[in-house]
């Protein structure tokens, strides 16, 4: 398969680093897969988590919140040996059954309910819960901040029995008492809603009282009751010194509001102080009451609370209209809300939850609003895809949360824990040897779908006239906010300028050099006119603007442009299951392999190369440093998004892993395959048949009675429909009335409609001009519809349409293509298997109908579906309009639903308007 090499072309570079900015997830815990947000509680299924707490290859997780998320299932679970079953990230992922293996975790006991269905909410007792939100687990001990019960419980070791009983109590005198501190009450031994819990090496136990505007320490628990020793955030533990003071709360180093989580790691101490939008860092445990932070992240400085505080926190990013500075919305210096922090003794973790991110600095800020190094669950520090609805289809998706509550580190493997709360699961970040970019997995068949328009010229050519074309980008704004200027490429018109002349005038401004920087100008002369293709990939291009200009106005040239803008520039980067894809990046294999012959089955591991998709070996089809060509897994159809990794084992032997990359799933995105050297891109097109052929369509309603006819050389073929037929078994009875007796053709059905093909009996040039017509009686509701007049356009059946053998109007090509997604009928759908060529009916559709247009107008689609022995290729066979131009860069596109593939382009011949 020749053609498949083009699939191994240039792709782009992206730095190294441990962990990347918008990576994926590697596994997950509590939903399968990723995206499915199923309520319920069981030993797999979680609810809307809350805390999370990792020690001793023992995660403990919370499964209840305080921010409204449902289900609130009031109990936490414990997962016992979880190296059993989240691998090491250089190991191999273990192919387990199932579709996801991935999606991980079965707990091992659950406290607060007496099985792993329960979720029913019971009175205060040593062996419930009420909407416990905060974990901590040091290895020895357990702490739950139970925070509807105002209390923390505490478990000397870790619990092995279902609803195993606490060991102590504090915030509360014994296991049945419920009081709230308020007021006079307000002690060193009251708890108000607590939502942070934290077990230092000492085993000492750190309280964030939320409620109370506090945080606690207790020492190690040893009673019922006990009373902190010391409290920060206010002066005494009788106090509390916001109490009162709404809406002009105290904001200082030493003052908290609503402090929701408290960390350590032996040596600093981090509360996260929620509606002050920052996170307190003391550089040594606090001693003594009231003790003042030493750092704050979120916040410029101790005495500000602003959420998001850019103007004071993130570098300008222009001017208004009045020449005053604007700012992002947010950057990595800011907060809101922020919901946890944890550090692993060099870096920070903060769960930004208002911005639905995970910020990240490589080392703890030692200095006031220092912004973070990267983020986790956005693409970049200054955008929320959630409140900005950037792509608001990736909410729910491998590389996002919505409201981020709780972290835990698992410091031997490397595993950052993400509560994230109302996608209902716990992910699982690990850093990488080498990065991929945010959008490496593309649609093979075509990496980059670039808008595209044009300009036309046509009248009357007369000198000294001015023309000018107007190129620019809507996106582009200047200091005020408006759109800033396209620009000029203009030409004055002489006395010996042809069309062809001014065309290549124009071409040749706007490719000057390094040439326009949104777009590339290519000639098209044979229909007068200019190909403007974007130079910027995907949706960007649509941005682009063009108009034309002339002067003085009396002029009779005429410039028309094809639209205000390019269009058709669609995301490469959503996928479909079982299309071939190509992962782009760099260092991402130590040689280039042979692409494989896709109508032998592929394997899983090339070149020391292994392609993890949801923990499915992907097949290869090929891979290079800068590339590697995979199928996604049929698995992936259930779900949004997928979590892709990349396992390299070095010609040194040594294994290195990719970030994991988000791969957004759709049902189907449409690509034909083609050159990506040239522009515009010829579509890989190649002639279907060696006999002439026509088409004729069997529509409508029909009823008994009515005749359905179709003439060939002026035999008529008639069939009288009957009271229960379907179109179906019209179209059938009249392939079988011409195959019958027809001397010059034969018939067939193709097509997702009711459609007959005529095909000439002798190949070549003989069969075309068989004169063909279809009709019904008058009163008939039975349509027939002949698309051609007669038999045309035989060629070299599989011959590629070229300038030298170009497609006819009328003719039916066909074109590869990627992407189209599942197919049917199901024994069509059963053989659709990862890596095999496809070996069902030679009759299969898409599930979702396909739609063509060739040089602006439609062309038929005949038929659609995988090709009989081919790994993941797909054909469409295209019936020309009979009244297309000449034109050696027809474009064309094929589209399912609101999906449109790129536009590639094929050379037309009418021998009629040459003539």
């Given at each position: 398969m020749k053609w498949t090499v083009l699939l191994l072309a240039a792709s782009a570079l992206s730095q190294a680093q441990q962990f990347s900015t918008g990576q994926?997830?590697?596994?997950?815990?509590g939903q399968s897969p990723y995206t499915a947000q199923d309520p319920g509680a069981s030993d797999k299924l979680l609810g809307s988590v809350g805390g999370a707490a990792f020690a001793n290859d023992t995660l403990v997780v919370a499964d209840s919140n305080g921010i409204g998320g449902t289900p609130i299932n009031h109990r936490v679970l414990v997962y016992r040996n979880v190296s059993a079953f989240i691998p090491d990230r250089k190991a191999p992922i273990p192919q387990i059954s199932g579709a996801c293996p991935v999606c991980v975790g079965a707990a091992t006991n659950v406290l607060g309910q007496p099985d792993f269905s329960a979720t029913e909410l019971k009175p205060a007792a040593q062996n419930t819960v009420r909407k416990p939100v905060g974990v901590a687990f040091n290895g020895r001990?357990?702490?739950?901040?139970?925070?509807?019960?105002?209390?923390?419980?505490?478990?000397?070791?870790?619990?092995?029995?279902?609803?195993?009983?606490a060991d102590f109590v504090v915030g509360q005198k014994d296991f049945t008492s419920y009081t709230t501190a308020t007021g006079g009450g307000l002690s060193a031994s009251t708890l108000r809603g607590p939502e942070g819990v934290y077990l230092d090496a000492n085993n000492g136990l750190w309280v964030a009282d939320t409620?109370?505007?506090?945080?606690?320490?207790?020492?190690?628990?040893?009673?019922?009751?006990?009373?902190?020793?010391?409290?920060?955030?206010?002066?005494?533990?009788?106090?509390?010194?916001?109490?009162?003071?709404?809406?002009?709360?105290?904001?200082?180093?030493?003052?908290?509001?609503?402090?929701?989580?408290?960390?350590?790691?032996?040596?600093?101490?981090?509360?996260?102080?929620?509606?002050?939008?920052?996170?307190?860092?003391?550089?040594?445990?606090?001693?003594?009451?009231?003790?003042?932070?030493?750092?704050?992240?979120?916040?410029?400085?101790?005495?500000?609370?602003?959420?998001?505080?850019?103007?004071?926190?993130?570098?300008?990013?222009?001017?208004?209209?009045?020449?005053?500075?604007?700012?992002?919305?947010?950057?990595?210096?800011?907060?809101?809300?922020?919901?946890?922090?944890?550090?692993?003794?060099?870096?920070?973790?903060?769960?930004?939850?208002?911005?639905d991110r995970v910020l990240v600095w490589n080392e703890i800020p030692r200095a006031n609003g220092v912004p973070a190094d990267f983020v986790l669950g956005?693409?970049?520090?200054?955008?929320?895809?959630?409140?900005?609805?950037?792509?608001?289809?990736?909410?729910?998706?491998?590389?996002?949360?919505?409201?981020?509550?709780?972290?835990?580190?698992?410091?031997?493997?490397?595993?950052?824990?993400?509560?994230?709360?109302?996608?209902?699961?716990?992910?699982?970040?690990?850093?990488?040897?080498?990065?991929?970019?945010?959008?490496?997995?593309?649609?093979?068949?075509?990496?980059?779908?670039?808008?595209?328009?044009?300009?036309?010229?046509?009248?009357?050519?007369?000198?000294?006239?001015?023309?000018?074309?107007k190129i620019g980008n809507n996106s582009v704004k200047k200091a005020d906010g408006t759109v800033a200027d396209p620009k000029e490429y203009k030409i004055t018109t002489v006395k010996a300028d042809t069309f062809d002349t001014i065309i290549d005038k124009f071409a040749a401004l706007i490719n000057e050099g390094a040439g326009d920087p949104y777009v590339l100008a290519i000639p098209n002369k044979v229909i007068q006119s200019i190909r403007l293709t974007s130079r910027l990939g995907g949706l960007p291009g649509n941005e682009i603007s063009m108009a034309t200009a002339i002067s003085p106005d009396t002029a009779k040239v005429v410039l028309t442009v094809s639209g205000a803008t390019l269009t058709?520039?669609?995301?490469?980067?959503?996928?479909?299951?079982?299309?071939?894809?190509?992962?782009?990046?760099?260092?991402?294999?130590?040689?280039?392999?042979?692409?494989?012959?896709?109508?032998?089955?592929?394997?899983?591991?090339?070149?020391?190369?292994?392609?993890?998709?949801?923990?499915?070996?992907?097949?290869?089809?090929?891979?290079?440093?800068?590339?590697?060509?995979?199928?996604?897994?049929?698995?992936?159809?259930?779900?949004?998004?997928?979590?892709?990794?990349?396992?390299?084992?070095?010609?040194?032997?040594?294994?290195?892993?990719?970030?994991?990359?988000?791969?957004?799933?759709?049902?189907?995105?449409?690509?034909?395959?083609?050159?990506?050297?040239?522009?515009?891109?010829?579509?890989?097109?190649?002639?279907?048949?060696?006999?002439?052929?026509?088409?004729?369509?069997?529509?409508?309603?029909?009823?008994?009675?009515?005749?359905?006819?179709?003439?060939?050389?002026?035999?008529?073929?008639?069939?009288?429909?009957?009271?229960?037929?379907?179109?179906?078994?019209?179209?059938?009875?009249?392939?079988?009335?011409?195959?019958?007796?027809?001397?010059?053709?034969?018939?067939?059905?193709?097509?997702?409609?009711?459609?007959?093909?005529?095909?000439?009996?002798?190949?070549?040039?003989?069969?075309?001009g068989i004169p063909i017509s279809a009709k019904a009686n008058t009163d008939a509701q039975v349509i027939m519809s002949a698309f051609n007049s007669a038999l045309c356009c035989a060629n070299e059946a599989g011959a590629p349409v070229t300038e030298a053998n170009p497609a006819t109007p009328g003719e039916t090509i066909v074109v590869l293509a990627g992407g189209l997604g599942l197919v049917g009928p199901d024994e069509a759908r059963e053989a659709m298997k990862n890596g095999q060529p496809y070996s069902g009916p030679m009759i299969n559709d898409p599930t979702e109908f396909v739609a063509a247009l060739a040089g602006g107008k439609t062309a038929n689609v005949l038929f659609a579906g995988l090709r009989r022995g081919l790994v993941g290729v797909y054909e469409v066979h295209l019936e020309l309009n009979p009244d297309l131009p000449t034109n050696p860069k027809t474009e064309a596109t094929i589209a399912q639903s609101f999906q449109v593939s790129n536009i590639f382009t094929f050379p037309v011949l009418n021998t009629k308007s040459v003539d």
């Open positions: 994926a997830a590697r596994l997950v815990i001990s357990v702490a739950v901040a139970d925070t509807d019960n105002n209390r923390v419980l505490v478990w000397r070791s870790l619990p092995t029995a279902n609803q195993q009983p409620g109370n505007n506090r945080v606690l320490y207790y020492g190690e628990v040893s009673q019922n009751g006990q009373s902190a020793k010391l409290v920060l955030g206010q002066s005494d533990f009788g106090v509390n010194q916001q109490r009162g003071l709404f809406p002009n709360f105290v904001v200082k180093a030493d003052t908290m509001l609503n402090p929701t989580s408290v960390s350590g790691d032996g040596t600093h101490l981090i509360v996260t102080d929620l509606a002050f939008n920052r996170v307190l860092i003391w550089n040594a445990i606090p001693t003594r009451n009231g003790q003042p932070a030493d750092v704050v992240a979120g916040q410029a400085e101790m005495t500000n609370s602003t959420p998001n505080d850019s103007s004071k926190l993130c570098a300008s990013n222009g001017t208004d209209k009045d020449g005053k500075a604007t700012y992002p919305a947010r950057c990595g210096a800011t907060m809101e809300l922020p919901r946890a922090a944890i550090s692993d003794g060099r870096r920070l973790f903060v769960a930004d939850g208002g911005n956005q693409p970049s520090l200054e955008l929320n895809q959630a409140s900005d609805s950037a792509e608001p289809e990736r909410i729910s998706s491998t590389d996002s949360f919505r409201t981020p509550v709780s972290l835990a580190w698992d410091a031997v493997n490397q595993n950052l824990y993400v509560a994230d709360t109302y996608n209902r699961r716990v992910l699982v970040y690990t850093p990488g040897d080498f990065p991929l970019p945010m959008t490496a997995v593309r649609n093979a068949a075509s990496p980059e779908v670039y808008a595209g328009g044009s300009v036309s010229f046509s009248g009357t050519i007369e000198e000294k006239y001015d023309l000018s074309i058709g520039g669609q995301n490469a980067s959503r996928i479909a299951p079982y299309a071939i894809v190509t992962v782009l990046g760099d260092n991402l294999a130590d040689e280039t392999t042979p692409v494989q012959d896709l109508s032998k089955p592929l394997p899983t591991e090339l070149g020391g190369v292994e392609f993890y998709v949801d923990g499915i070996k992907a097949p290869l089809v090929g891979v290079s440093p800068s590339r590697v060509l995979a199928q996604i897994p049929i698995e992936a159809t259930d779900r949004s998004s997928s979590s892709g990794i990349l396992r390299v084992r070095r010609k040194s032997g040594a294994i290195t892993v990719s970030t994991p990359v988000a791969i957004p799933i759709i049902a189907q995105n449409p690509a034909v395959y083609n050159d990506p050297g040239l522009q515009p891109s010829p579509g890989l097109a190649y002639h279907s048949s060696s006999q002439a052929m026509a088409t004729v369509s069997v529509d409508g309603a029909p009823k008994g009675g009515d005749v359905a006819t179709i003439s060939i050389r002026g035999r008529e073929y008639s069939y009288t429909v009957q009271t229960i037929d379907t179109l179906a078994i019209v179209r059938d009875r009249l392939i079988a009335l011409i195959n019958a007796s027809d001397p010059e053709v034969e018939a067939y059905s193709a097509g997702p409609f009711q459609r007959i093909r005529l095909r000439a009996l002798v190949p070549g040039p003989e069969g075309n």
